[in-house]
Each structure stands twice: as C-alpha cells, then as structure tokens.
C-alpha cells in the first residue's frame, strides 16, 4: 500500500478484504483527523480470530491494530471493529504522553465513531474496491447500525458522580452502560463530522486527577460546539463557587 497504516500480508482473499475497507475508511477518517495525523506513525493491521477483543497495541514497535474477527464474512463487523481502532489512532497522535488514556472518554469517542463509519460506509458504499462484489453492501451496513442503536443502555456511567466512582468505572467491560452517550454522541458527529477533531486535544486539558477533564478551560480556548456537547457526557459536574459582593 505504501502508507504507514498497513496490514499483515497473507496472500489471500482475507488480505484483499482487509486492504479494501482499510482504504476505504482511511479516506474518511483523512478528511476528519487530517491527512498528516493519520499518516504520522507507522501501524500494523492485523486479525487474530483468537483474540478477546479488538485493540491498539502501543506496547510495540510499530503500534498495531489488532482486529477480534472470528470470520470475515460480516464486513460490517469488520468496518465496525476497525474504525474504533483507528479512532484510538488518530487521538494518540496529538498526545504528549502517547502511552496513556484517559479510557471513558477514548471508549465513548471511538464507539461513537464505531457508528458514524458505518453511517458513512453506508452512504458511500460505492467508493469501496468491495461494491465490485456486492453493490448492495451498504444496506447491510444500515442496518448493522440501526442494530446497535437499538441496544439499550444501562445509564451505569451517569450514576458516576464522584471522582471515585469515575475512577472505578471501567467502559470495556462495561459497554452498555454508557450507550446512551455513545449513541448520542454519534448523532452529533453525523450533524458535522469535522468538528469531531477536536477530541485529539483532550489530553491537554486533562484534570490533575487524570480522570477527569477540564471542559471549562476547554471551551474558553476553543469555540467549537463539540466541545460543549462532550461536556455533557462527564457525570461528575465541578461545583463552581461563586463570591457574592456585600453582606
């Protein structure tokens, strides 16, 4: 492929696959994140069909992103699994400490982002090298995401209204209890996907607890409205005080 984000080569129609809707989301995810970030630092796409779970590998050189497919034959699974590692991806790239996130809000982006690639893969399907063997993917798409949406939510995240309880949350074994923001969240990036950018800041104004950010300082230096609607996803709500003049 010649790009830094590239997959194990297996000489078979597993590869092609792979490479396919790799390119393809690559294409998207450049437009949102930019083309820079999403070039910066070389990274190894790979299937293991017997891993627990899809994941960014950090502790490796270069990073990889291992997919958790048990069979390639759902490509929606594979758009689904593969853009919430390339989300990961695109955040680490503006970190000053890349080995460390800040996991509730990393999870509920990147699953959010899960969703709006399959909203995305569904609307342009006929950009993917795959449309040549089935042009009617993308319904399938639609409804691998109308799927998701339908899951209920917990509200488990919510209820985390203390710096402790922030602390203790744990979102990937907990996934359903913040799928209510991840699906709010994803109808927000549908609305202006670019402003999504603005999550590979975070990490510049993280709190100095490292659970929680600093929205208020946040939003001061940056007007985009993204920011203020994350905002809203943070169950612990700072208590400002404010002095009142006179007796």
Not at 22 to 43: N, Q, V
Not at 45 to 70: E, H
């Amino acid at each position: 492929m010649g790009e830094p984000i590239q997959i194990v080569r297996r000489g078979d129609y597993s590869e092609y696959i792979i490479i396919s809707i790799l390119r393809f989301l690559l294409s998207e995810f450049e437009r949102i994140f930019g083309e820079e970030a999403m070039k910066r630092e070389p990274c190894v796409v790979y299937n293991d069909p017997q891993a627990g779970c899809p994941m960014l590998v950090i502790n490796s050189s270069p990073v990889k992103i291992q997919l958790a497919l048990s069979s390639l034959s759902s490509w929606s699974q594979i758009i689904f699994q593969l853009s919430h590692e390339l989300c990961h991806y695109a955040m680490r790239q503006c970190k000053d400490n890349k080995d460390f996130a800040l996991s509730w809000f990393e999870e509920i982006c990147c699953e959010a982002m899960s969703l709006y690639a399959l909203h995305w893969a569904a609307d342009h399907w006929d950009r993917c090298e795959l449309y040549s063997k089935d042009s009617g993917y993308g319904v399938k798409n639609r409804i691998y995401l109308n799927k998701e949406l339908n899951k209920s939510g917990t509200g488990g995240f919510q209820a985390c209204t203390s710096i402790n309880l922030m602390m203790a949350y744990s979102p990937c074994e907990n996934r359903e209890s913040h799928r209510d923001e991840r699906n709010a969240l994803y109808y927000e990036i549908v609305k202006d996907p670019l402003l999504f950018r603005c999550i590979c800041d975070y990490q510049k104004y993280l709190d100095s607890n490292k659970i929680t950010i600093n929205f208020e300082k946040w939003e001061r230096n940056d007007a985009n409205p993204m920011i203020r609607f994350l905002h809203s996803l943070q169950p612990y709500k700072k208590v400002i005080l404010i002095e009142k003049e006179g007796p």
